[in-house]
């Protein structure tokens, strides 16, 4: 066989390069087309409980072979001891994973031959078989390691990790939905996961699983990467963080309305989103609006109490003049003096033989009428002083003489009887 060493070399825009002392790789060109040889088989196997877990679960680590030519390893696990894989071997036919040459471990168990799920308490036994580029790959005589799952009460497996704040959900190009969050302060923290559905839910098997993203805090949902979404409908959103192990479970969905529906897309964003709303009503015009309001009722209500106090004087002012006679006009006026008095002249005095003869002449022009003829004269009634004879004897005293006093007729008592 021939050894081939490789060097790489560094250049800059100026065209420096380190030629000297630099370090180098070998390796040996193998024919994979006619490669028979299979890689070792692992020696070097751990199975385990997976901790603060409800009892459903194995991990799996082991050591890395050190064929160049590994293509993937092959897991195969079953409720039963075994050492040898395929078809009318002892163990199971079918691999319950398979990873790349370059494997993220450990790996979680969760199915066993036949479907079958782990068990808290039950016996699972796990081999790993090494296959290369050209497909060989030693299937007997592995090594096999076993162990149980233990039920620790917990549901969550990742409810240790920290919730994911400050979600936010927004409409993008009228089809899209834009999701933005804030990066968890968690080390351990690995990436998110970013899951939808068009109903609320509260896990992340509730929902359906979109993408999951490593560095960002945003990512754009579109048709392309989850095709029922439609801007017609209301949409339920979760961003989970995920740490070398676990996953959080628990969520708080946040809700998107439809398109052009001005709703909150989340309750923690509500009082926020009314805060903005009234600090957008907090303008220069508006203002200005407002002051203009409020000086037009202040001075309404002064016209308002002007013209009741108005009416109340004018009211006092009638039941014055009513009652004492004052009149109101030239109210409060100067009045202008008024002129003295003429001196009046002495009447002269009438003769009281005059007088009586102008009497005398007109009494018979008195008792004529147009046409000389004697004027008619109605007979005028002879009024009778009343006179109280028992008062008047009362006064007089016992000595002098009684006067007769008036009988009372009562006849027409009798006609009445």
């Keep these: 066989m021939l050894n081939l060493f490789v060097v790489v070399t560094v250049h800059d825009l100026a065209g420096n390069v380190y030629l000297t002392d630099l370090p180098q790789a070998t390796v040996i060109p193998i024919n994979n087309l006619q490669d028979v040889t299979a890689p070792a088989p692992l020696e070097t196997l751990e199975l385990y409980d997976r901790p603060n877990d409800d009892g459903s679960a194995l991990l799996l680590d082991f050591e890395l072979s050190n064929e160049s030519d590994v293509a993937s390893y092959e897991v195969y696990a079953a409720t039963w001891s075994f050492d040898a894989v395929g078809m009318g071997s002892t163990g199971p036919a079918t691999p319950v ?10 790996l979680t168990i969760e199915i066993v ?7 808290a308490g039950q016996e699972i036994w796990a081999v790993v078989v090494v296959r290369d580029t050209a497909g060989n790959a030693q299937e007997i005589n592995l090594a096999s390691v076993s162990a149980q799952s233990v039920d620790d009460g917990v549901d969550d497996l990742g409810g240790y990790l920290s919730e994911i704040e400050d979600v936010v959900l927004s409409w993008n190009s009228e089809k899209n939905i834009l999701v933005e969050w804030t990066h968890s302060t968690d080390s351990s923290v690995r ?11 509260s896990t992340n098997s509730e929902a359906d699983f979109v993408a999951e993203v490593k560095a960002s805090n945003s ?3 579109t048709p392309n990467n989850y095709d029922p979404l439609v801007n017609t409908s209301a949409w339920y959103i979760a961003v989970t963080p995920f740490d ?15 398109f052009g529906k001005d709703t909150s897309n989340s309750d923690g964003g509500e009082e926020s989103t009314n805060e903005n709303e009234f600090s957008s009503l907090l303008t220069t015009p508006n203002l200005l609006a407002a002051g203009l309001l409020i000086i037009a009722l202040l001075l309404l209500v002064a016209i308002v109490r002007s013209r009741g106090g108005q009416r109340s004087r004018d009211q006092t002012l009638e039941l014055q003049e009513a009652t004492w006679g004052i009149q109101d006009d030239g109210w409060g006026d100067v009045g202008v003096p008024a002129p003295p008095p003429m001196a009046s002249k002495a009447v002269p005095a009438v003769d009281s033989n005059q ?13 004529q009428d147009l046409y000389g003829r004697p004027a008619y004269q109605p007979a005028q009634p002879v009024m009778q002083p009343a006179q109280n004879n028992a008062l008047l004897n009362d006064l007089a005293g ?20």
Excluded at 113 to 119: F, N, S
Excluded at 191 to 201: E, K, T, W
């Design 113 to 119: 031959a036949g479907d079958t799920p782990v068990i």
């Design 355 to 367: 007088g009586s003869n102008v009497n005398a002449a007109a009494q018979p022009i008195g008792n």
């Design 191 to 201: 990436g998110y996961r970013v899951y939808i559905s068009n109903s609320d839910f």
């Design 97 to 106: 994973a398979v990873l790349s040459r370059l494997p993220e471990l450990p």
């Design 398 to 417: 016992p000595t002098s003489p009684q006067l007769p006093q008036a009988s009372i007729d009562t006849s027409f008592l009798d006609d009445l009887l």
């Design 244 to 258: 070398d192990l676990f996953e959080r479970e628990e969520v708080d969905a946040m809700m998107l309305d439809v």
């Design 219 to 221: 990512f754009l949902i």
